[in-house]
């Protein structure tokens, strides 16, 4: 029979990147402003296979993020940054293409997510791994 794995699968913090937009009342931090929502294949993975994940990323109405590809390299991109876990190998992770979207401030369209957006990874699970419960923290720079 095969071992089984319990995945806790991510804890998620939202940090904000350098840019925050304006606001009536000020700047406004990014971050405050994104939702992001977990779905993973199972949450009970056998020894030697993959779960597969998807986390949607809701960015509020009016509200952008720089996308995993920023246009220019002095902005900072959407990112996972996702801590190393013994027995869990994270594989496949791709980012959604972003937008291009012009702004006032910029000569040039910005590549940019807004609305809804995925992020979607594998997480592939050794067939050494003992049987327990396992949580997978990452941090999601917007």
């Excluded at 998620?12 to 993973?40: E, F, N």
Aim: glycine fraction near 8%; proline fraction near 7%; hydrophobic fraction near 40%.
């Amino acid at each position: 029979m095969p071992t089984i794995t319990r995945l806790l699968v991510f804890s998620i913090v939202c940090l904000s990147g350098a840019l925050a937009q304006s606001t009536p009342g000020g700047l406004s931090s990014t971050a405050s402003k994104v939702r992001a929502a977990i779905q993973v294949s199972t949450d009970r993975v056998p020894a030697g296979s993959i779960a597969r994940v998807g986390i949607s990323l809701t960015i509020e109405d009016s509200w952008h993020v720089n996308s995993y590809t920023p246009t220019y390299d002095y902005l900072i991109g959407t990112g996972l940054d996702i801590e190393p876990v013994e027995g869990i190998i994270v594989s496949d992770l791709r980012y959604p293409p972003g937008h291009h979207q012009q702004f006032d401030f910029a000569e040039e369209p910005l590549s940019v997510y807004d609305k809804t957006v995925t992020i979607f990874l594998s997480l592939r699970i050794s067939e050494k791994l003992e049987p327990g419960e396992y949580r997978v923290p990452a941090k999601l720079r917007v």
